[in-house]
């Protein structure tokens, strides 16, 4: 099949544009009529120069792909085709990117792919895990259900991802405004500040000494603090890209006060889940440790799973690799050994996963508490920072003035 780019039109006048793969010109014109579009523009796109090629890189949402996975499950098990469900989905979806993508993945199964193969083209946009479910589910013909399970773990997941950003938006956003009115003092008022002070001769208090001097540092050498911060992120990002200084950043987050242990339940809380759905689907231990493995964005846990697959290969049992390693809490192991013993693994992952969950949402809800008096310190002691160092020598020289 060749790849041919395209700009269309719809019915509604709006114009669109993308890549689709056909026999022939003929065929992809038809293939595009069928969704009810009319072609403004196809060509090969060996005969594209590169710079005008179109940029096929898009983000899919946590919250798009449970929207998706919801309603196609919804629409195959009322009997809908796949093919028409999503050509449907198309037309409905909020998100233009995922549109395309679904338009992109019907004409795939238009020629002949399974709708696990037209997904696994998109890995930044569907994991492995979500394509080892969807095929899962057609290999047992109860594709539905398995797109049923996929929007309850997306629908958590969404759930606990929003939640623990929330705890940290309020956080980081008073810090951020922070910074930025201190530079701003630091930069615009504090030198004008200076010249005013050393011509009244008056004596200062030694944390304004302190902060014009700071002052004198940033205005004078501002290139310089620019070239060595940039060249410290530059650093920085690029050990950060290395195998060894990605492990130790996400080793580092583990360590954070608080914060370490609200990620480390987060992490549990969603390889849990994504365990319990993949052993419901009857997927073998060792695959389902290795796609749920991808669920967790941290280095050290996937590492522990990686260990875990590769020991049960040789007959372990997932408990007892667990209990190795103190990144895994004892609970989490004792209850996986109650599920392997009696058989009912997928029934003590998710008494696991509701555990965590509460557990996410209850650290939260107990950081919220703990932020709100901690930030308002944060914010007395830099107002009594700048009263001090400002506001009393101007007092000062008005008295000397009067």
């Given at each position: 099949m060749t790849d041919f780019q395209y700009r269309v039109r719809n019915r509604q006048g709006n114009v669109s544009k993308g890549i689709i793969k056909a026999n022939s010109e003929e065929e992809a014109t038809s293939m595009l009529a069928q969704h009810g579009l009319v072609p403004i523009e196809l060509r090969d796109t060996k005969d594209v120069s590169f710079f005008k090629r179109e940029l096929t890189v898009k983000n899919v949402s946590v919250r798009d792909r449970a929207i998706l996975s919801r309603q196609l499950a919804t629409m195959?098990?009322?009997?809908?085709?796949?093919?028409?469900?999503?050509?449907?989905?198309?037309?409905?979806?909020?998100?233009?990117?995922?549109?395309?993508?679904?338009r992109e993945v019907s004409y795939d199964i238009?020629?002949?792919?399974?709708?696990?193969?037209?997904?696994?083209?998109?890995?930044?946009?569907?994991?492995?895990?979500?394509?080892?479910?969807?095929?899962?589910?057609?290999?047992s013909g109860r594709i539905s259900e398995s797109l049923e399970r996929l929007a309850d773990n997306e629908e958590r997941n969404y759930a606990l991802i929003s939640k623990v950003r929330g705890a940290f938006v309020y956080p980081v956003f008073v810090v951020v405004v922070m910074l930025v009115m201190g530079i701003l003092m630091v930069v615009f008022v504090v030198p004008q500040l200076a010249t005013l002070f050393e011509q009244s001769e008056a004596e200062l208090p030694l944390i304004t000494r302190m902060l014009m001097g700071f002052a004198g540092v940033v205005t004078g050498y501002w290139w310089f603090i620019i070239i060595f911060v940039a060249l410290a992120a530059?650093?920085?990002?690029?050990?950060?890209?290395?195998?060894?200084?990605?492990?130790?950043l996400h080793a580092l987050f583990l360590r954070i006060p608080v914060a370490g242990r609200l990620l480390q339940k987060l992490y549990l809380a969603q390889f849990t889940g994504a365990m319990e759905v993949l052993v419901k689907s009857e997927i073998p231990v060792v695959q389902a440790l290795l796609v749920a493995r991808d669920i967790m964005g941290n280095k050290i846990y996937r590492q522990i799973v990686d260990e875990t697959a590769e020991e049960v290969k040789n007959g372990a049992t997932i408990s007892s690799s667990f209990e190795k390693y103190p990144e895994i809490p004892m609970m989490v192991s004792q209850m996986i050994s109650v599920g392997e013993r009696s058989g009912e693994l997928s029934k003590?992952?998710?008494?696991?996963?509701?555990?965590?969950?509460?557990?996410?949402?209850?650290?939260?809800?107990?950081?919220?508490?703990?932020?709100?008096?901690?930030?308002?310190?944060?914010?007395?002691?830099?107002?009594?920072?700048?009263?001090?160092?400002?506001?009393?020598?101007i007092y000062q020289l008005v008295n000397i003035i009067q």
């Open positions: 195959i098990s009322s009997g809908i085709p796949i093919l028409q469900s999503l050509r449907i989905l198309v037309s409905q979806t909020e998100s233009s990117k995922l549109a395309e993508i679904l238009e020629g002949g792919e399974s709708l696990s193969n037209a997904l696994e083209k998109y890995p930044r946009q569907f994991s492995e895990f979500y394509v080892s479910m969807v095929r899962s589910g057609e290999q530059y650093m920085i990002v690029y050990y950060v890209r290395t195998t060894e200084g990605r492990y130790n003590s992952l998710g008494s696991i996963n509701r555990f965590y969950q509460r557990e996410v949402n209850d650290a939260v809800e107990n950081m919220a508490q703990l932020i709100e008096p901690l930030v308002i310190t944060i914010l007395g002691v830099g107002v009594a920072v700048m009263i001090v160092a400002i506001l009393m020598p």
